[in-house]
């Protein structure tokens, strides 16, 4: 604020930065927290501290994007394949089927509970408060889940890097979408440089 840099750009940057170091490059800072991440006054950013830095396997780098494309325009075909290609789920049928049946009480669960823009968190309002998620709660058997997806070891420190920077991200600039800049970045980046 003091040097007048505009807060709001420099989270899109920072996605982006992530963007590529995660889709592009598979090789990521993963300790994104707001101490290790400074900005100069000619608007760079500077990551502080490569203790904790992770590579992404060719097939891991392929499946994000097509997991996101997949979540982002309801496929639920899409989603559990991609799930599928991370390691979440096995090539069985029942498997298959079991997630293909949380996917769709999940996204039934979002549309009719939940009100958010986006990835935007700020707004966040359930519908039918607690009673919703109670709901939510008793169609979702633990065991079944536990028996039919597992959470591959790449994904582990994937997700605590993206929830950093999320938090992050919504310091900086609480109105953003992220996936409004994720996805363009995947078009142009990803889809585009392989099609």
């Not at 979440?88 to 996917?103: A, N, Q, T």
């Amino acid at each position: 604020e003091e040097w007048g840099l505009d807060k709001t750009e420099l989270a899109k940057r920072l996605i982006e930065l992530y963007c590529k170091m995660i889709l592009v490059d598979g090789f990521y800072h993963a300790d994104p927290h707001p101490g290790n991440i400074l900005v100069n006054k000619e608007n760079e950013i500077i990551l502080l501290d490569f203790g904790a830095t992770a590579h992404l396997s060719e097939h891991t780098k392929k499946a994000i994007p097509e997991l996101i494309e997949a979540i982002i325009s309801n496929n639920t075909e899409g989603t559990v394949l991609a799930l599928k290609h991370l390691g979440f789920i096995g090539s069985d049928r029942d498997s298959r089927m079991y997630v293909e049946k949380l996917v769709e009480i999940f996204r039934t669960f979002i549309k009719d509970e939940v009100e958010f823009d986006g990835m935007n968190f700020q707004n966040i309002k359930l519908n039918s408060g607690v009673s919703s998620i109670s709901k939510l709660v008793k169609k979702v058997d633990l065991r079944e889940i536990s028996n039919n997806i597992k959470i591959p070891k790449e994904y582990i420190l994937l997700n605590r890097t993206i929830v950093l920077l999320m938090g992050v991200e919504f310091a900086l600039a609480p109105d953003l979408n992220t996936m409004h800049v994720v996805r363009p970045y995947i078009k142009k980046h990803i889809i585009n440089k392989d099609g």
